[in-house]
Every structure is written in C-alpha cells, then in structure tokens.
C-alpha cells in the first residue's frame, strides 16, 4: 500500500490535510508524522501548515525535520501547502526577516499596508476567501477548469528568483504566485482541503502523479 506522510512539526491543520487525502484516495495510507524515519519511508509527502514562519523554522530545526524535507523535495512527490509553501524559499520578510529552507529561490514578501486593487479599492490584509488562480501547465491541475477559484488566508505571497518555477498566479494587489513546481515538488499557497471540488481534485492528482513535470499537461 502507498503511503503519504504528512508533516507534523506542530503547526496546525494537519489532520485537515490527512481527513481529505483519505477522503480522495481511500487506497492510500495517510500518516500524520514528525519522525524523520517515516518521512524517508514515505511514497510521497505533504507539507502543510499555517501560523508564523519563524515558528515553523524554529520546530523544524528543532524537532530534526529540516533535512528530511530537503531530502523529501529532492527525491519524492511532495506537496508543500500555505506556509509550507513560503518555507521552501530562501528568507521571508515575517517576523523581522526569517532565514527559511532554500530548497526553492527567491523570498517571500508582505503584501504591505496600503494594498490596493487596479481601481484603488484598498484592500484588507490578510487576503483571506476564495480568488482565481491563473495555471501553467503541469498535471497537479489536470481535470481543474482554467480560471478556477481556490481559498486563501495569508498575509505574506512568494516571490521566485525564477519565473520558470510559477506553476500558478493569483491577482490580490499585486500579481503572486500561487503555485510553484519544480522536477518533484509542487507547492500551493492556497489551502487544497478547503477548496472544495478543485482543491480535492488536486490532492487526488498529487497522490497519483509519478513526480515527473516534463510532460506538463492541465
């Protein structure tokens, strides 16, 4: 039986996460974990989490998961979600300035205090609901309509060093990423398990797709 581990690095929203992967492939053995072991043993991983990313880097190291996930980004599927998805970057501007994983280049940036839409509508921090996300070719998206709507809550976007690695944007502003993808990893910063029929679907692709992104396809 395949399984997927997901995170656990005291974080929140995990069992979210596991309730609706169980609920999209109920083949599948879904564990909830921190131990390093059944990260290296996992099929594939998923990678959740809110909260501050000084936390979340702070129980990382702690709790001895910085170089499982790196070894995870780097051999497996893995599915980074929200602030999962800012941690693989190189640093983020919370917290005064968090150095994060570096598996991923580029920082992570706040969406700033007078945020505006293209009509001057000031707009409220955190970008908290449902928004389009525009998609780029991959097959984490297949049998999700383009345009489709997925729900956010964050008051921080990532910003790549290359735009090769967008495999997803999203207006609120300014013009972020919402999806990242490179070789075996695919990162969202929208939350799948609480994205209805879009979110599920992605999740069921996660759990079927071999990890390869060269054929990409929607």
């Known amino acids: 039986m395949q399984r997927v581990v997901v995170v656990d690095y005291g974080m929140g929203n995990l069992h979210s996460v596991a ?21 290296d043993g996992a099929d594939r991983v998923v990678f959740p989490g809110v909260g501050a990313i000084r936390d979340c880097m702070a129980e990382l190291g ?17 599915l980074a979600i929200c602030i999962g998805m800012q941690a693989l970057m190189d640093s983020s501007e919370e917290n005064g300035g968090t150095r994060c994983l570096g598996i991923l280049p580029g920082s992570v940036r706040h969406f700033g205090p007078e945020l505006q839409d293209e009509q001057g509508n000031t707009l409220k921090v955190p970008h908290m ?90």
């Not at 964050?154 to 919402?178: I, K, M, T």
Request: charged share 25%; net charge positive; with cysteine.
């Open 62 to 78: 702690r709790r001895g998961l910085v170089a499982p996930l790196r070894r995870a980004a780097a051999e497996k599927p893995l």
């Open 129 to 218: 609901g449902w928004n389009v996300v525009r998609q780029e070719p991959h097959p984490l998206w297949r049998g999700i309509g383009q345009d489709a709507r997925f729900y956010f809550v964050h008051s921080y976007y990532v910003e790549p060093a290359q735009r090769e690695l967008v495999a997803g944007s999203c207006e609120y502003g300014v013009d972020f990423a919402a999806a990242l993808a490179r070789g075996t990893l695919f990162a969202v910063q929208f939350h799948p398990e609480k994205s209805h029929t879009a979110g599920l679907q992605l999740l069921a692709n996660f759990v079927a797709w071999d990890g390869r992104d060269r054929e990409r396809t929607c």
């Open 19 to 39: 309730k609706a992967l169980g609920r999209v492939a109920p083949e599948v053995e879904v564990v909830v974990s921190g131990e390093a072991a059944l990260i």
